[in-house]
């Protein structure tokens, strides 16, 4: 063999021996969380009755008692359930997330009769006296509706259920809004004598298994309000986004609103507010910032403040095939890639 061959040999195994060891990093450690079945996970004490009816503590777990924790109103007991009278023509809906780079799915019961009984309300509000309903009346319109709420609830307690720990919460709610996918409805609404795109309700975005920007924001809103998250819209009218903030310390907010950035269109990362959007838009207006709850704050060392911030500095260093030239990059890109399921691109609408 001669000596270039075996240069060549020498550099293409130190090659691949540093490439190994670069993606070894990509499997990241499952954060463990000791289990405490003295509690549930809306804060709910063992053998106790939830505020939330008819939810009982059964071994850290949240489980339907109605014999024991009654119904909430307009809904009739059968046994340890309570029924609506919009509880007709179920379908199963598999729902996705991904938490530390492991994708977990559960099974959500939705009802067709929630769907028609949604599509008959009116899209109008009442003014009050001289002021016009806001944009945030619409908002609070649509996600504080009662008899949806009693239906959102199971998926409020999955959550709960499936981790102990607060921020796993909200991480879950927002994966699993994000993974579910960005389609407008094909129905439209009269107001007047005009007509309109029809806007869905956050209950019937799970049951159509999509949404758009506004539409899925609304269910994210509902979700992290119910798990007792500080909640505001952020709405860029020049780019026509809507997005949710959560709150979290000042210093890692968007625009020092004390909430963070949150994406819904698509699977991405807290804070990150350098996405890409279809046709090279970027978020580049003075967001609208529509409160919707106070409440608890995210803490000041989640992971998803330096993943952020890296994520960004990748997309400032590395400009397409150049990954090649810079292997680390390429690495990080894929370890975070992996860890929040993300996409190339967002839709802004």
Sequence with gaps: MSKVM?????????????????????????????FDNSMCGDGSLEGKCSINKPYFCSNGTLIARAEVCGCPANTTKSKDSCISEFQTNSK???LKYILRGNEYTFNYTAYEGMVEHLSELPIYLKSNGNQTPSRVDFKLKNINQEDQRFLLMPLV???????????????????LVQNIKWGKSNKTTRFGGTVLDYSRYPYEVLYDSEGVCGEKSELLAFLLREIDYGVVFFYNQE??????????????????????FVETT?????????????GGLKLESEPQILFISDGESLSSDIYEYEDAENLIDIRETINGDSFFFNPKKLVDFKRLENKYGLVKEYEAG
């Design 6 to 34: 075996i240069i060549l040999s020498i550099f293409f195994a130190v090659f691949f021996i540093g490439f190994v060891w670069l993606f070894s990093d990509l499997v990241e450690t499952p954060k463990e969380i000791p």
């Design 92 to 94: 199963s809906i598999q």
């Design 157 to 175: 307690v999955e959550i709960q259920n499936q981790a102990k720990d607060k921020e796993d919460q909200a991480r879950i709610a927002i994966s």
């Design 239 to 260: 780019e026509n986004h809507e997005a949710i903030g959560i709150k979290c310390p000042m210093e890692e907010s968007w625009k020092n609103s004390g909430y963070c």
């Design 266 to 278: 698509g699977p991405s990362i807290i804070t990150d507010t350098e996405i890409n959007y279809v």
